[in-house]
C-alpha cells in the first residue's frame, strides 16, 4: 500500500471513527457554542394567560431592541411567556429572561426575590399613573377605611395592585383584618372587613349598586370608563377613598446583566417614542406611550409602594 493510499484511509476512519480526544472534546464545543449563542441573544418575558395574542407583541418588541444593541454584541431578540410570577422569577434567578414589563407589586416581589432591577417607568396607555378608589352607594353611611369594618368589599382578582393588593394593604395599615369570603352572601366574622373577588371591573360596580356588598375597589381610569363602569351606576354611588398615586408600570433587568448593556437599553427605551419605527413598535407593545426615569415624585411613589407591598408581600404572586 503507497503512503498516499494509506493517509487517505487514516483520514476516513478519523472521519468515520472520531478518536476519543475528539469524542471528549464535542460537549465542550458544544457548550461553548451554547454560551456564545446566549451571549449574543436578548430575552424578553412576560406573565401572560393568553401566549397567543401575547407572543407578537413581545417579539416586535424583542426584534427591535436586538438591532438596536447590535453594536454590544446582541444578533437576536427572543420571547418566553409563562403563566405566573413564580415562573417568572423561577426563570430570572436563573438568568433565563433579561427583559420584562411587569405592574409595580410584582415587579417589587421580583426584586425581593430574584434581584431583579427596576429600571424605568412604563406609561400604558398615555398614563402613567394609577391609583386605587373605593366606591359605596351614595345612601350607605362609609365615608372612609374605618367604616369597612364588618363590612363586605369586592375586588378584582388576586393580581390586581389597584383592585386588590394596594387597597388590602390600605386596610392592613389601617388597623383592619380582612379575611376572604366564598361568596357575598357569606356573613362577615365579627370585627373584620369580608372581601369577594368578582373577576370583572363592570362586576364591582354592578355588585356595589345592587347591594351583594357594601363597597368596591378599582382603579381611578376604571371608575371613569362608560364601559367598565357606565354612568347610570355612577350616579347612584360615590368614592368614599383614594389612594396616592401609583406608579402606571415598571420595566425590569435580571440580576447580573452586564451593566452596558442595561445602560444601553435605557437609552433606547427613553428614545423610543421619539423614533418612528420604535413609536409603532410601543403601540404594538401593550400600547406603551414611552418610557421615563425613575426620579423626583416618581421615585417618591416608588418608595411609598414599596412601604405597602412589605405589608403584603405574601399575598402577591
Known sequence: MNFRRLWA???????F???AATVAETPARAAAADAAQRKATIVVGRVSGNPRSTYPKLDKFAGYLAHKLRPLGITRGEVRIVRSSRQMIRLLQEGKIDFLSETIMSALLMQERAKAEILLREWKKKRGWYWSIIIARSESNIRG????????????????????????????RAGLQAVRLKSFADPVPPGKVGYVFADKEINIA??????????????????RSKRRTPRSMREDMEIVFESRPLIRSVFVARAGLPEALKRRTKEILLGMDRDQA?????????KVKKYDEITGEVAESLEETRKLYSLIRDRIG
Not at 9 to 15: D, G, H, K, S, Y
Not at 214 to 221: E, H, I, P, V
Not at 278 to 286: A, M, P, V, W
Request: proline share 6%; charged share 20%.
Open 278 to 286: 420604535g413609536k409603532r413598535i410601543l403601540k404594538s407593545y401593550f
Open 9 to 15: 484511509l487514516t483520514a476516513l476512519a478519523a472521519l
Open 206 to 223: 354592578a355588585w356595589v349598586e345592587r347591594g351583594f356588598v357594601d363597597a368596591g375597589a378599582l382603579s381611578n381610569w376604571d371608575w
Open 145 to 172: 377605611l374605618p367604616d369597612l369594618r364588618g363590612r363586605k368589599i369586592a375586588f378584582e382578582d388576586p393580581g390586581s395592585t389597584v383592585s386588590f393588593l394596594v387597597p388590602l394593604a390600605l386596610l392592613h
Open 17 to 19: 471513527y472520531p478518536t
